[in-house]
């Protein structure tokens, strides 16, 4: 398979990475990074009118995690935010391992996610 759009954020402690690929008119998104990439989750989000009522676009997730995995916080942020923003079906998985990970790492991988959810639906917004 070849990845439609690829992304990397660097972390001044590690890496964080993703390739999207258009399966029809559906989003793949696989999540990698740290010393130990791997599967530790996946994502299905599926877009739906927002609850609030405010006519926005949002999504509803199901989670698939493997016994003590956090990467449903990585997978969930991006899966989430490129199904609302791209109003499409869109499955993310993968994982992201740094030994010892401090608090204040984690959050610095969250940001990373958030951009790199940025950096992905922008590309793909774009005619490719």
Not at 14 to 39: F, Q, W, Y
Not at 61 to 90: A, Q, Y
């Amino acid at each position: 398979m070849e990845w439609t759009v690829t992304v990397v954020k660097n972390l001044s402690f590690s890496r964080l990475e993703a390739g999207a690929c258009l399966i029809g008119n559906d989003l793949l998104v696989c999540i990698k990074g740290g010393d130990l990439p791997h599967i530790g989750t996946g994502v299905l989000c599926v877009p739906r009118p927002s609850l609030s009522g405010n006519g926005a676009q949002s999504a509803t997730s199901s989670v698939l995690n493997l016994p003590g995995h956090k990467d449903e916080f990585i997978c969930r942020k991006v899966g989430e935010m490129l199904c609302s923003r791209l109003n499409m079906v869109v499955f993310c998985t993968g994982g992201f391992h740094v030994d010892g990970i401090t608090k204040e790492q984690i959050r610095k991988v969250l940001s990373a996610a958030d951009a790199l959810a940025g950096d992905l639906a922008a590309a793909l917004m774009t005619p490719l």
